[in-house]
């Protein structure tokens, strides 16, 4: 995963991603700087071969904030107070997964569902609007409660996609917005 992130980005790495990943290392394992780099190049295909330029003064500041120490044999090993950072990263990393995922469903979803709904709507505002005068009072209401029962199923279908998937909370809290067609 990592290394396929890595080649899309042609080597560039984000801000802060380094400090984390020297961080994740060493949560596995006490490493020299040169055993950091290694690993990093290895794990990632040599695609990213971090330099004793960017090692080095990270380790340092990581030192200088408590976040590792170093032994007797120049091996850096994570502290408490790093893997206690390093956990409050992994549930944030862990919330915005999920929520990219949820976006990522419901974009393709939404998607499929707006296309669909935009070709019947369309159909249907054509009819309407060319025999909304010829329509008696009985036809406008058939004609709105199609429209209502189709809604009631758009909306229990989301509804249970959002259980099915753990999504559904806070949906109460959300609110709904009534639709009123007259």
Same mark, same amino acid.
């Given at each position: 995963m990592i290394s396929e992130w890595l080649q899309r980005i042609s080597g560039a790495v984000p801000k802060g991603f380094s400090r984390y990943y020297v *961080? !994740? *290392?060493?949560s596995e394992r006490p490493m020299t700087g040169k /055993?950091?780099?290694e690993e990093a190049a290895k794990r990632s295909n040599n695609l990213w071969k971090p330099s004793p330029g960017l090692v $080095?003064? *990270?380790?340092g500041k990581l030192l200088q904030e408590g976040l590792i120490e170093e032994d007797d044999h120049g091996? $850096?090993?994570i502290t408490g107070k790093g893997k206690a950072l390093l956990g409050d990263i992994n549930v944030i990393q862990g919330i915005v997964r999920k929520q990219l995922d949820v976006m990522m469903h419901f974009s393709t979803l939404s998607m499929f569902i707006a296309k669909d709904l935009l070709e019947r709507i369309t159909s249907l505002g054509s009819?309407?609007?060319a025999n909304i005068d010829k329509m008696t009072q009985q036809e406008r209401e058939r004609y709105r409660e199609f429209l209502m029962a189709q809604l009631k199923k758009l909306d229990e279908s989301e !509804?249970?996609?959002e259980e099915k998937n753990g999504y559904d909370q806070g949906r109460e809290n959300r609110g709904? /917005? !009534?639709i009123k067609i007259e």
């Amino acid at each position: 995963m990592i290394s396929e992130w890595l080649q899309r980005i042609s080597g560039a790495v984000p801000k802060g991603f380094s400090r984390y990943y020297v *961080l !994740s *290392l060493l949560s596995e394992r006490p490493m020299t700087g040169k /055993e950091i780099m290694e690993e990093a190049a290895k794990r990632s295909n040599n695609l990213w071969k971090p330099s004793p330029g960017l090692v $080095y003064p *990270l380790l340092g500041k990581l030192l200088q904030e408590g976040l590792i120490e170093e032994d007797d044999h120049g091996r $850096y090993r994570i502290t408490g107070k790093g893997k206690a950072l390093l956990g409050d990263i992994n549930v944030i990393q862990g919330i915005v997964r999920k929520q990219l995922d949820v976006m990522m469903h419901f974009s393709t979803l939404s998607m499929f569902i707006a296309k669909d709904l935009l070709e019947r709507i369309t159909s249907l505002g054509s009819m309407l609007a060319a025999n909304i005068d010829k329509m008696t009072q009985q036809e406008r209401e058939r004609y709105r409660e199609f429209l209502m029962a189709q809604l009631k199923k758009l909306d229990e279908s989301e !509804s249970k996609h959002e259980e099915k998937n753990g999504y559904d909370q806070g949906r109460e809290n959300r609110g709904k /917005e !009534s639709i009123k067609i007259e």
